[in-house]
């Protein structure tokens, strides 16, 4: 009896021992970076024409989290006509903008409701030192503008914005999100 109960408490030690050894031999592989979130807006993010630069993978995903909570916190800023949720976001001129936009509609007794139907976004340039990110943002709109609960008109666009990100404690900022004329 003893003689089993031996080898049994053997063969979990050395079960044990082998379990510790591959996961101490797992930690030291570096992970391929996560999937983008499918929750994501952003249908593309092409870096290939990036310069001076390439845009590191890491990077890249870091940029489309921190952008995609950007444009969703617009959208509920518009419509709830509360510029300080801009504030985790958005800095500089782009904060700028869109709190003068959403102080007049408040002014106005207007909203705009956002649905968002996703973006394509090729970067342009990339920092050498990484300070700076541009992009073109391609963007399918609907913007329903509304008086109190009373839908004014609807329209379906697609804009194209010029933007600028910068890095800014733990996240990516936009720094500028400007309408240009479609090219």
């Known amino acids: 009896m003893i003689d089993q109960a031996s080898h049994r408490s053997e063969a979990v030690w050395l079960a044990a021992l082998g379990l510790c050894i591959l996961l101490g031999f797992a930690s030291t592989i570096h992970a391929a970076p996560p999937a983008p ?99 073109i943002d391609t963007a399918d709109l609907e913007i329903q503008y509304r008086e109190g609960s009373q839908l004014l008109s609807s329209e379906r666009i697609q804009a194209h914005y010029l933007v600028l990100l910068t890095p800014a404690e733990s996240s990516w900022k936009v720094r500028i999100l400007q309408e240009i004329p479609s090219s």
Request: aromatic share 8%.
């Open 37 to 135: 979130d499918p929750s994501s807006i952003i249908q593309s993010f092409d870096v290939a024409s990036a310069t001076p630069r390439p845009v590191e993978e890491t990077t890249a995903l870091a940029i489309q989290r921190d952008y995609t909570q950007a444009w969703q916190s617009l959208v509920a800023a518009l419509e709830q006509n509360r510029a300080e949720m801009l504030d985790e976001n958005f800095i500089g001129g782009a904060r700028q903008h869109w709190q003068d936009a959403i102080h007049a509609q408040q002014q106005n007794g207007l909203s705009r409701r956002i649905v968002d139907h996703g973006h394509r976004v090729r970067v342009k340039f990339y920092s050498l030192d990484g300070s700076a990110l541009e992009a």
